[in-house]
């Protein structure tokens, strides 16, 4: 692949030479041929942005439904979390239930004695 950066060199079309009567037709002839080079390397150009610009969007659009992804697994997780949370306090709160109820009829059970 030839290289299709453009420079000012690249896009210079007229050298400055005052055309004479007899050059003016090869002017215009050479003057049209470095037109057509500039052009052809400028549409190389475009068309390489035009690629990039396209895998950009499509790695951004891969992206983007991933972080769907992620965000669905996350509220999920969310959503177990909170209820191990609950499920945790709960049977903390029944354990302690259940210890005081031993000590009670532990306590009972010695006075009874």
Do not use: W
């Not at 690249?10 to 049209?32: Q, R």
């Not at 190389?44 to 439904?65: D, Q």
């Amino acid at each position: 692949m030839s290289d299709y950066r453009l420079t000012n060199e690249k896009m210079k079309t007229y050298d400055g030479e005052t055309p004479s009567l007899f050059k003016t037709g090869a002017k215009l002839a050479e003057i049209g041929e470095k037109q057509n080079t500039a052009n052809e390397a400028l549409a190389a150009n475009v068309n390489s942005l035009i690629k990039r610009v396209c895998a950009l969007e499509e790695e951004h659009l891969k992206t983007v439904e991933i972080m769907k992804k992620i965000a669905t697994e996350l509220n999920a997780f969310k959503k177990e979390l909170d209820r191990l949370r609950l499920s945790d306090k709960l049977n903390s709160n029944a354990v302690a239930r259940l210890d005081k109820a031993v000590r009670l009829l532990n306590e009972n059970n010695s006075e009874n004695e």
